[in-house]
């Protein structure tokens, strides 16, 4: 099986932190730039960050930029998204994906596959 499992998601309220696990199995990571994506009800899916392979390369989405780091341990086959300074705004499903090569994808169609996703509730 060739899997992405997503953890970490949960209710928390704003001003709170979480930590979001994008773990591989059935694959290594080493070769894959991973992105995290969110999408709420009704609305598009976003990118929201992603990291090159080699974890050289980051980007961000303006929305979270300042407040979200992600970074990745090849030797855990995982990728991480450390999420500060929450707003009802996050509130959305978070999905990360596998994009084969070494550079940094924040689109969808530039991502091979994905994760079921984790669902992240900021509210009071």
């Known amino acids: 099986q060739l899997q992405l499992v997503e953890s970490g998601g949960g209710f928390v309220q704003p001003g709170g932190s979480l930590r979001l696990s994008c773990t591989a199995s059935?694959?290594?990571?080493?070769?894959?730039?991973i992105g995290w994506f969110r999408q709420a009800p009704g609305k598009e899916r976003e990118g929201v960050s992603c990291?090159?392979?080699?974890?050289?390369?980051?980007k961000y989405g303006d929305s979270v930029k300042g407040r979200f780091t992600i970074s990745r341990d090849n030797a855990k086959n995982t990728v991480y998204l450390q999420m500060n300074s929450l707003l009802s705004e996050d509130t959305a499903n978070y999905y990360c994906?596998?994009?084969?090569?070494?550079?940094?994808?924040?689109?969808?169609?530039?991502?091979?596959?994905w994760g079921k996703g984790t669902l992240v509730s900021v509210s009071q």
């Open positions: 059935g694959f290594t990571l080493n070769y894959y730039a």
């Open positions: 994906a596998a994009s084969f090569g070494s550079d940094c994808v924040l689109t969808e169609s530039g991502m091979d596959f």
């Open positions: 990291i090159s392979s080699s974890g050289g390369s980051t």
